[in-house]
Structures are given as C-alpha cells and as structure tokens.
C-alpha cells in the first residue's frame, strides 16, 4: 500500500501519531465494512494459494506481528486471519523459550514453526525478541545482539528466496492507550484472565522498549522483508491495515486454481450414472 511505506532510511518511530490513520479518510464503521466486504477475496485468495501446494505449488506467506502488549495481535488473528480457512492457515504464538529451545540457537524454533508451501503462517512475537527483549533486559551481550540483526536480514532473505513472502508488521500503540487497556482488563472480570502483573513491570521499561524497536526496525528493515509500522491506537484501523497488506502481498502472487488432469464432462456423466 503506497500510504503505508515501509521503515526506510530515516524512520523515526517517535514521530509516527498512534492514533493516526494514514491512508484510510473514513470512521469505523467504514473500515469495518470494508473489512468485512474484503474478509471473502482475502479467503478466496488463500484457498487458491492452498490449493496450489496440492499440485507442487511451494510459495507461502509468513505474517510476523510484533507490538508491545495490548497492541491488538489476538484481534488481527480473529478479525483478519479469522476470515481464511483454518487448514491453510499456521499460526503460533511465541513465549519464553523453553530449556530445549535455549540449548540451540536463537533462530531453530522459528525454522521449526515455518508455514509449509500453500499456507500462512502467523508468528504473535517472534525472532524479534532476540534483539527486543535481550537489548531491554540485557539477557544477551551488545555484540550479541549486533550480530543477530544481520542473521536475521540473512534468514529472511533466505525465506524471500525459497518462496515466501514475508510481511513484518509493528502495531504501534502509545503508553497512554496502553494503560487504558490493561486497566480494562482489571475492570472487567472477563477480561481478568487477560491480564498480566508482569505487564505493569514491562510498562516501566517503555521508553527503552521504544528504542529497540527503533533500532530494530531500521536495522532489518529490508527489500526481502520490510517492516510496516501500524498506527494501533484505533483497533478497527489496525485491522484494515493488516488486511489491505495482506491482500496487496496475495494479489502479487495471484495464485491460480490448479489444472485436473481428468475430463471434467465425463466425471460429469459417469456421477449422474449412480
């Protein structure tokens, strides 16, 4: 989308306004019309990607949604992913890494939950945390994390090589709309299960979590795989941001229904024979 540019030379996160709607001039109520009225291309396109794995068919597509919490990743997953068919769809979400998972190096559980050919995959979290949470916590050294931002260009080209299109996406939501959120979730007894004490401590390293993600960004922000940085103050916008990115990479590709290699007439007339 040409109003949503990628990170590029010069990108200054603390510029970007979180509430924001750059490219969409309606209200939410138009957005969730669109979004609605596109959930059914977007489900097209999809089977049709599905549908040519079937036949030898070996492009996919890896969606990586990164974002501070509350930032609206779960609602992009139902609102957005939510209109495709769940068998052509790979989705996982990242925690802490396990004891096994720390025994190899930083990259061998996402090769593990890679999307195979015909299907989308959907990291919430991701690689990325190598470089954001180890440079806020400093759970890795300086020249560790230095290193990893070229393995990363390296490993996503690699990915862009071999058949998948990669869209990395930030939701970028402000400290204030933040807090709104996860006061909604103590509010709400519905909500409670949501919510997380250790939140309050990440709130606290905010502006150094804004820092790694602004060198991050700028740092692996490539033609293989660029980032696009949502403003997601105003959920309903996210999700009409991630759809339109979404249908723009599928329309690329314009996957197509597979040839059969049997005469369709005649299955026609052997099926009416039973």
Do not use: C
Not at 114 to 136: C, M, N, Q, T, W
């Amino acid at each position: 989308m040409s109003h949503l540019l990628p990170v590029a030379a010069g990108f200054d996160l603390s510029a970007i306004d979180t509430s924001s709607t750059p490219g969409f001039t309606g209200e939410k109520k138009d957005a969730e019309r669109e979004l609605a009225s596109n959930g059914a291309e977007l489900g097209g396109l999809q089977e049709r990607l599905f549908a040519e794995s079937r036949v030898g068919g070996t492009r996919s597509v890896l969606l990586v949604l990164q974002a501070m919490d509350t930032a609206g990743k779960g609602g992009i997953v139902r609102h957005v992913i939510g209109d495709t068919d769940p068998q052509g769809i790979q989705l996982h979400a990242f925690k802490a890494p396990t004891d096994e998972e720390k025994a190899h190096d930083f990259l061998w559980r996402i090769r593990n939950e890679l999307p195979e050919a015909g299907k989308i995959g959907v990291f919430d979290r991701s690689h990325y945390e190598d470089v954001l949470i180890h440079r806020v916590h400093g759970f890795s050294t300086p020249e560790v994390i230095e290193e990893r931002y070229g393995i990363i260009n390296e490993f996503e080209r690699e990915l862009s090589e071999s058949g998948t299109t990669v869209i990395k996406v930030m939701l970028h939501i402000s400290s204030n709309e933040q807090k709104v959120r996860l006061q909604e979730r103590l509010d709400r007894p519905d909500k409670h299960w949501k919510y997380n004490p250790g939140d309050v401590d990440e709130r606290l390293q905010w502006d150094a979590y804004q820092e790694a993600y602004q060198i991050a960004l700028t740092r692996t922000s490539t033609v293989d795989a660029p980032w696009h940085v949502i403003p997601a103050d105003r959920k309903w916008y996210a999700r009409w941001a991630v759809q339109q990115l979404l249908l723009d990479a599928l329309r690329r590709l314009d996957p197509q229904w597979p040839p059969v290699d049997y005469d369709v007439e005649i299955e026609k007339v052997r099926l009416a024979a039973t």
